[in-house]
């Protein structure tokens, strides 16, 4: 066969069919603009977490569902030199949590490559700091929910 072979009737239709039920499927250019989902981190629910100028500590109980919220930010303002100490109590495995510094690039620590759910360290710079709790992917497409204790402890330099 070479390339400019004659198409059989049917294989034309076949084909034709073919790209009409695509193009039926697939939405317009301006239908996906207004549709689009807003990124992930847009609609993650989030708390702002206060302490004393000196510091302190503050015990947060959260419950998080696969089919609702399944993230949820506490947003705490630190110093540069300040140390921050979280720790999350669940009875579901899986569960984690990751701080993440002012800039929110790269996440400070992440609890999912750590034998313990605790993290300690002092702040580098001024700014808000994120600790993300999270179902993992599996409790998520299991449809579970996860009842926890978020411990944070912020001292002064």
């Given amino acids: 066969m070479h390339l400019h072979a004659r198409l059989h009737p049917s294989d034309t239709r076949r084909r034709w069919l073919l790209w009409a039920a695509a193009a039926t499927l697939l939405p317009t250019a301006a239908a996906a603009q207004v549709k689009a989902p807003a990124p992930p981190t847009a609609r993650v629910p989030w708390m702002r977490v ?3 100028r000196r510091g302190g500590m ?3 109980r959260g419950r998080l569902q696969a089919r609702t919220h ?3 930010d506490y947003v705490i303002q630190g110093r540069a030199g300040q140390s921050l100490e979280v720790e999350l109590e669940t009875l579901a495995p899986g569960a984690s949590f990751k701080v993440l510094g002012p800039q929110q690039t790269d996440a400070l620590f992440m609890s999912e490559f750590s034998a313990l ?3 300690q360290g002092r702040l ?3 700014g808000d700091y994120r600790v993300r709790v ?3 992917a599996v409790q998520r497409a299991r449809g579970e929910s996860m009842d926890f204790i978020l411990r944070l402890a912020l001292r002064a330099a």
């Fill in 70 to 72: 399944s993230v949820r």
């Fill in 124 to 126: 580098s710079a001024d």
């Fill in 117 to 119: 759910p605790l993290w």
């Fill in 134 to 136: 999270s179902l993992n």
């Fill in 50 to 52: 206060r302490f004393a």
């Fill in 58 to 60: 503050r015990l947060l």
